[in-house]
């Protein structure tokens, strides 16, 4: 067993360390092969995101690399963009890739689609009214749930009754 000062010995977490490992077993070190390394293929057909994801479930991505082969900054990019445009072709400037799938942490190209805002916005607007329960755990109760638009901030919000109870008596204590 080496010891803790030894040459062997490498923090785990480590970029050099990681890119090692890739070399030593052989992996591709191209962006693309990099890439297919965080990806889990599900029975769906959708490609998984295993790397880096932003809390709402986007799978970010850095396809960066400097020419010792070690990657330097942070320029995560979303992963479905990159996919995208390495697979497809340029996405037009404003126009947004849309999950066909509804799973944001697909990044199979063929679940992918360059689109207006709008109609990225018009295809996502059913899919997040047909919840039956708040991000909370409550149940939706139509009609008192309603979608409105809340004043000083852009699009509309839906809350459940019991949430904005909560909401109501915290505002007024």
């Known amino acids: 067993m080496p010891g803790a000062g030894s040459a062997q010995s490498t ?6 360390s990681r890119e090692y490992e890739w070399r030593r077993k052989g992996a591709c070190l ?3 092969g990099r890439f297919m390394g965080h990806v889990r293929k599900a029975d769906s057909g959708c490609w998984e995101w295993e790397g880096v994801k932003h809390r709402t479930g986007y799978a970010y991505f850095n396809p960066g690399l ?6 330097r900054g942070a320029n995560l990019q979303p992963a479905q963009r990159v996919i995208y445009r390495w697979l497809r072709g340029p996405i037009p400037d404003g126009w947004h890739v849309d ?3 509804r799973n944001r942490g697909c990044v199979n190209p063929d679940h992918l689609e ?5 109609e ?3 295809r996502s607007f059913p899919y997040r009214t047909c919840r039956l329960v708040c991000t ?3 149940w939706y109760e139509p009609p008192q749930d309603l979608i409105w638009k809340v004043d000083g901030k852009s699009g509309t919000r839906r809350r459940c009754m019991e949430c904005r109870r909560n909401y109501q008596r915290n505002r007024a204590s």
């Open 11 to 16: 923090h785990p977490k480590s970029v050099r």
């Open 30 to 32: 191209t962006p693309l």
């Open 66 to 71: 400097t020419v010792d082969g070690m990657r």
């Open 99 to 101: 999950h066909v799938c």
């Open 114 to 118: 360059a689109v207006k805002a709008a």
């Open 120 to 122: 990225n916005t018009n």
């Open 136 to 138: 909370k755990g409550h």
